[in-house]
């Protein structure tokens, strides 16, 4: 197996990475290793048939057409 050494990492950052870790019950070194595999690795492929509700509780107090709008007018 690979070794890899950080230099100058940020010490904020290495304080959010050790936090993460501690919640997920890893070692720092195991919360690497799985934030690595999570974005190196590619996406599944998700049909629209599975997304069919999820994140409905998101939008409960938000009107989606004036949220487009918005999000909209900011790439101009």
Request: hydrophobic residues 40%; glycine residues 8%.
């Amino acid at each position: 197996m690979a070794t890899l050494n950080v230099k100058h990492l940020p010490d904020a950052l290495y304080r959010k990475l050790k936090a993460r870790a501690k919640r997920e019950r890893r070692s720092v070194a195991q919360q690497v290793t799985v934030l690595l595999e999570q974005a190196l690795e590619p996406s599944a492929a998700l049909s629209i048939l599975e997304l069919r509700g999820l994140g409905r509780e998101l939008w409960r107090d938000i009107d989606a057409g004036s949220h487009v709008g918005g999000e909209r007018a900011g790439w101009r």
